[in-house]
């Protein structure tokens, strides 16, 4: 404590100075022992409260791979990872962490990604694919082509970020330190009116001594960093306690759109096929032509035909031309897929289908065969499924303005702010717009810039509060920020702030309450009603109390998100894997209604018998099962059936329209065909049909899928 006073730190420890000179002036040298006893005990509760707080943020530093096996030839040998270069062939056994960034050469590797998303389910990397630093391999030993060095690579990026984590005090804990301003002479103050009327100095220490309070005021940085370590728990990396501070204080929120509220990369929304053909097989047959390209569609296209199960053919002479698409021998025709050129007529059916994807925004790979127009696939970014959720979150959690930040076209912007419900879009912006923007909003509240590119950086720079998309976002961005997701998921944006929020609520709680007791309980020792001993044993008490308080930053707020068992979470996880496998029916049910816009033929009304026979067998069975077993699981977790009765109706609405469907087909077989009057009605269920699917699957996924820690 004289250490501290000689360095111009005069805050409570001067009460506490002051107080264990009063005691052994009055000879009470038990209550002086108890306020050596509290000061010392107090600062090791602190510490070790900063320890337990911050043994997430250790563990990724104990957890840092430190050796690899780097394979030449038939020679396997272990090595420091410092020295893995770019292009090693490295072996990755059973239970090791992954050295570096690299990607899958044989085998497919069973990853626990964990310590970087904090997602205990296990992922499959088939070879090809992606394998990032630090995830521990689950299953059998596989072979991985370096494509990182140990510097670069994910695992050594967030390590220099937990190590930066909690370096700076917060702004609650340099509050704490102004309290300590007014309370100082509050004390002494007190102190001393209570000994002038009293005539005692006993009164006088019994005052100092209730009043020494510097436990309490550790109890500011336990809560801060207890809310880093929750925040890492849901993988979230905060640089520093001022960052987790600004962002408990945070009113607006700036976002990008892409890769931020919308997946960042193309996926199949629809597939249309030629009269008389079927959509399932034009994305077969895409697909197969595209399995061996690297094209961003290529792999949306590849990727969207394995999650429906779809038997991919082996191509045959495929050439690929940048900008155009690829052509080559599926199943012995010729085929393409790709682009058209702007001098090629389109038929009426594909005139449809491009005017549909001008509307949607969409992007359209065309595919032909044997020369002819076959059918089209339509890909968009689409938006997170826990986008919406997210977003109201944030509200809850006290944001004011929810902006979206994009270069993208307007009308594109525009559609996502709708749905969503921001409160303003600003499109086509430049990063130097961006910054501008920021700037400007920073002006009137503390605000939040979220984003994952390279040209979001300076934007993340200039906010109060940067955040970056940390899995697939930039070295640039995330080096920017303040805040880094570790994991793939924008809902962790909102976890983060409501942490922030909590932590600095608990944090300010400690302080004040803590503070209040004590002026209390000086008051009281003021009249002469507690001796100095008795004094210091409460003042313990309070100190204790205080930075266990402090300490409930640590638990997760249940009332943030709603707890789903393990149970009710893989039933999640089951039901949104067969939303990507009915997505092919969804197609069926849309073609068959827009081929009886061309006439009742006889092609038609096939396309219609084969929608039906796919709803019996595959999606009425899925509304089922769903709504006898997944429903009832998550009542508990969403407050009661109450809860999922819209959705419920939903279910009913779904049913009623298949069966008219199938009332149609039987009216029709009975007869020979469709009578003039059947036509426009079984239309409209069609349609009706794959809109009402298209919503309830979105808000399944919105507000049920997403409830799961990774679908």
Not at 357 to 382: C, E, H, I, N, Y
Not at 489 to 503: E, G, H, K, P, T
Request: net charge neutral; hydrophobic share 50%; glycine share 8%.
């Amino acid at each position: 404590m004289l250490k501290a006073l000689r360095q111009g730190r005069a805050g409570v420890d001067l009460i506490a100075v002051l107080a264990l000179v009063g005691t052994l002036a009055v000879r009470e040298y038990l209550a002086g022992a108890l306020i050596a006893l509290m000061l010392a005990t107090g600062r090791w509760l602190d510490r070790a409260a900063a320890r337990r707080a911050a043994r997430d943020l250790r563990s990724l530093l104990e957890r840092a791979p430190r050796s690899a096996r780097r394979r030449t030839g038939s020679d396997v040998r272990s090595i420091p990872v410092a020295e893995v270069a770019v292009g090693d062939l490295l072996v990755v056994g059973p239970g090791d962490a992954v050295p570096v960034d690299g990607r899958v050469v044989n085998g497919t590797a069973v990853l626990d990604e964990a310590v970087l998303t904090g997602e205990s389910r296990q992922v499959e990397r088939p070879p090809g694919d992606p394998v990032r630093s630090g995830v521990v391999n689950a299953g059998g030993a596989f072979d991985m082509r370096a494509t990182a060095t140990e510097q670069d690579s994910t695992y050594a990026g967030i390590v220099r970020l937990a190590r930066e984590a909690g370096a700076e005090s917060a702004p609650v804990v340099r509050l704490a330190d102004r309290y300590a301003a007014w309370f100082l002479p509050l004390s002494v103050g007190v102190a001393g009116a209570a000994w002038l009327v009293s005539g005692s100095m006993v009164r006088a220490v019994a005052v100092l001594v209730v009043a020494t309070p510097c436990p309490l005021l550790l109890a500011a940085p336990v809560a801060v960093v207890s809310g880093l370590s929750q925040a890492a728990r849901r993988g979230v990396i905060v640089r520093e306690g001022a960052g987790l501070e600004n962002l408990g204080l945070a009113r607006t929120v700036l976002l990008d759109k892409t890769g931020t509220l919308t997946a960042g990369r193309p996926r199949v929304v629809e597939v249309a096929a030629a009269p008389g053909g079927q959509a399932v097989e034009v994305l077969r047959l895409a697909a197969s032509l595209d399995r061996f390209s690297s094209h961003v569609l290529a792999r949306a296209l590849t990727e969207q035909a394995e999650h429906r199960g779809l038997k991919l053919s082996v191509p045959e002479a495929v050439t690929e031309e940048p900008g155009v698409g690829a052509t080559g021998l599926v199943d012995g025709r010729p085929a393409s897929v790709g682009r058209l050129p702007d001098t090629v007529p389109l038929p009426a059916w594909a005139a449809t289908v491009a005017d549909r994807a001008a509307l949607d925004g969409a992007t359209l790979s065309w595919l032909t065969l044997d020369g002819a127009l076959a059918g089209a696939v339509l890909l968009r970014d689409p938006l997170r499924h826990d986008a919406a959720r997210t977003l109201r979150r944030l509200r809850a959690a006290g944001i004011e303005r929810l902006v979206m930040l994009t270069g993208d076209r307007a009308e594109s912007a525009g559609e996502v702010a709708a749905v969503l419900g921001l409160d303003d879009v600003r499109a086509e912006q430049t990063p130097a717009d961006k910054v501008a923007t920021v700037r400007a909003e920073c002006d009137r509240a503390v605000t939040v810039m979220v984003g994952d590119g390279v040209n979001d950086a300076p934007a993340l720079a200039a906010a109060d509060i940067g955040v970056a998309m940390g899995a697939r976002g930039s070295g640039a961005s995330c080096e920017a920020a303040d805040v880094v997701l570790t994991t793939d998921r924008v809902d962790r944006l909102a976890d983060a702030v409501m942490i922030a929020v909590r932590s600095r609520r608990i944090a300010v709680q400690s302080a004040l309450g803590g503070m209040a007791m004590s002026v209390t309980a000086m008051a009281v020792a003021a009249f002469g009603l507690i001796p100095p001993t008795a004094g210091a044993l409460l003042q313990e008490g309070i100190d204790v109390a205080v930075i266990l308080n402090a300490l409930r930053a640590l638990r997760p707020d249940s009332a943030a998100r709603p707890l789903i068992d393990p149970t009710t979470e893989q039933l999640i996880q089951r039901f949104a894997a067969e939303h990507d496998a009915l997505r092919g029916v969804l197609d069926t049910v849309r073609d068959a209604a827009d081929q009886l816009g061309r006439g009742a033929s006889p092609d038609a009304l096939g396309a219609v018998r084969v929608a039906h026979r796919l709803m019996s067998e595959r999606l009425l069975p899925h509304e089922y099962a769903e709504e006898h077993q997944l429903y009832p699981a998550l009542a508990p977790a969403l407050g009661g059936p109450e809860a999922t009765t819209a959705m419920s109706r939903a279910h009913t609405e779904i049913d009623r329209l298949a069966r008219r469907i199938a009332t149609h087909l039987r009216l029709a077989e009975e007869t020979g065909s469709l009578r003039p009057g059947q036509l426009d009605d079984l239309r409209a269920s069609l349609y009706g049909l794959h809109t009402v699917l298209c919503l309830h699957f979105l808000q399944e996924e919105e507000s049920y899928f997403s409830l799961a820690s990774d679908k």
